[in-house]
Structures are given as structure tokens and as C-alpha cells.
């Protein structure tokens, strides 16, 4: 059985930093490409960034390049999201997500930004960031 399970949510105050940690089971990790978008009530699911398979690259949306960091430990099947300098619209749900799908690095930052790519999703962690 295919497990997502997202860690680490909670209240920050704007400026701080949070680290969130998607813990995978059910499937071969090592050969999918995790990613972490985030969700607000009556809005479209955003991507964030994503990681492929090996680790050696990553994509980011322009809304947290510079500010986020997504990193994998493929002994450990996790995928983490460190945010910092956070801002209060930075409030929403933030999911995991895991595909198969095998993509170029020249082309994988078109791909693999579409939530539709994804096979796999958790149930999301909460993110409300204070003013």
C-alpha cells in the first residue's frame, strides 16, 4: 500500500523557517520523482518544487526559488521542503507527491510542474504563517 505521510507543519511567524518532511512507503523510491506543492482553500494546487530519482536535480517555482530547498535521502524514503523567510501568503495545505514519469533535465521543469504528472499523493500538512 502506497503511503505519502507529510511532517512538520504548523504556526511560524513571518520570517522564520519551517522544514517539512514527506516519509514514503509502498513503492520503489529511489525511482520516482517527489515533489511538494501547496494548496489554498478555493485555489488551484501550486507546485513548489520537485527533486528527480537521483538527487541531482531539482526545479522550483518562482515563488519560493531562493527560499525553499528540497533535498531526498533515498536510504531513508523521505523528501524534505525547507522554507525559509516565509511569508504569511506563503499560508496554504502542502502535499507530497511522487511520479514515475522519467523526464529530461532540459525539459523535466515543464513536466514535472504539472500536478497531473504525479501518481502518487499525501494528505497534506497544514501552513499558517502569522504577520
Known amino acids: 500500500q502506497v503511503q505519502l505521510i507529510e511532517s512538520g507543519g504548523g504556526l511560524v511567524q513571518a520570517g522564520g523557517s519551517l522544514r517539512l518532511t514527506c516519509a514514503a512507503s509502498?513503492?520503489?523510491?529511489?525511482?520516482?520523482?517527489m515533489a511538494w506543492f501547496r494548496q489554498e482553500p478555493g485555489q488551484e494546487r501550486e507546485f513548489l518544487a520537485a527533486?528527480?530519482?537521483?538527487?541531482?536535480?531539482?526545479y522550483y517555482s518562482g515563488s519560493v526559488e531562493g527560499r525553499a530547498t528540497i533535498s531526498r535521502d533515498n536510504a531513508k524514503n523521505t523528501v524534505t521542503l525547507q522554507m525559509n523567510a516565509l511569508k504569511p501568503e506563503d499560508t496554504a495545505d502542502y502535499y507530497c507527491?511522487?511520479?514515475?514519469?522519467?523526464?529530461?533535465?532540459?525539459?523535466?521543469?515543464?513536466?514535472?510542474?504539472?500536478?497531473?504528472?504525479?501518481?502518487?499523493w499525501g494528505q497534506g500538512t497544514q501552513v499558517t504563517v502569522s504577520s
Open positions: 509502498g513503492f520503489i523510491f529511489s525511482d520516482y520523482t
Open positions: 527533486i528527480k530519482w537521483a538527487g541531482g536535480t531539482t
Open positions: 507527491a511522487a511520479t514515475a514519469s522519467q523526464f529530461e533535465d532540459s525539459i523535466g521543469g515543464k513536466y514535472y510542474r504539472d500536478q497531473f504528472e504525479y501518481d502518487y
